[in-house]
């Protein structure tokens, strides 16, 4: 399978644990996203990556969220101290980034539920 | 700030009839992309159709076209033929060449036998 994978599928932690999620991008794509939805809800953007360089962050992201591209292939995005109204599925997608190739293909997401 | 609207949270189509999903964007922008994206019942997030704005040609999919008005800001879906595979929430969405994507809230799509 040649999609976008992440890991793990669903998270159930205590609030104020931490927690941190995986996505690993379609090969040749040098974009990476990460998006939170909620229930009924469209994604919302939380950062972008450009290679490993992180080029965009929502004012969603709050200090107690850090995501990561090290060598521009798979990412993490980590919550630190998690509250309740993390709870959320957080969608990974990647792109090409040129031309016709902006399409975002996304990943099956991570179901994260906070108790 | 760009923002997407689709009005209809949900609506329903019997089978082998055609349905219209709407969207509407704020942009001062001229140069974007639009995408219409599908999301059946926990199921990932997949792409059905996308036009990019400098094309004054609206795109086609099999059964699925768009009527893109630029001046208007008004990018809707058109589905030919529905299928019960075709129940999904179907998102629209903005990028711009700065990479912000802005994805409205959905419609929800009830295709009945």
């Known amino acids: 399978d040649t999609g976008v994978s992440q890991n793990p599928r669903h998270k159930i932690t205590k609030r104020g644990q931490n927690v941190t999620f995986r996505c690993d991008p379609i090969?040749?794509?040098?974009?990476l996203y990460w998006y939170r939805q909620t229930l009924g809800q469209g994604p919302e953007f939380l950062t972008y990556?450009?290679?490993?360089?992180?080029?965009?962050k929502s004012r969603l992201l709050s200090d107690r969220f850090s995501a990561e591209r090290p060598k521009g292939s798979f990412s993490t995005l980590e919550i630190q101290r998690t509250e309740q109204g993390d709870s959320a599925m957080y969608l990974c997608?990647?792109?090409f980034g040129r031309g016709l190739q902006e399409t975002q293909y996304f990943g099956p997401g991570t179901r994260l539920l906070v108790l | 700030a760009q923002t997407v609207t689709q009005s209809q949270p949900e609506m329903s189509v019997q089978e082998a009839e055609t349905v219209t999903l709407s969207c509407t964007y704020d942009t001062s922008e001229n140069n974007y992309y639009l995408f219409w994206y599908k999301q059946p019942p926990s199921r990932q997030m997949i792409l059905v159709i996308r036009q990019e704005a400098y094309k004054q040609q609206n795109a086609t999919e099999n059964r699925f076209s768009v009527n893109f008005q630029k001046a208007a800001k008004s990018f809707s879906l058109k589905i030919s033929d529905s299928q019960l595979g075709d129940t999904a929430m179907y998102f629209c969405?903005?990028?711009?060449?700065?990479?912000?994507?802005?994805f409205g809230p959905g419609t929800r799509l009830s295709v009945l036998p």
């Open positions: 997608a990647s792109s």
């Open positions: 090969s040749e794509h040098n974009r």
């Open positions: 990556f450009q290679n490993e360089a992180q080029l965009e």
């Open positions: 969405a903005f990028m711009n060449y700065g990479q912000n994507f802005v």
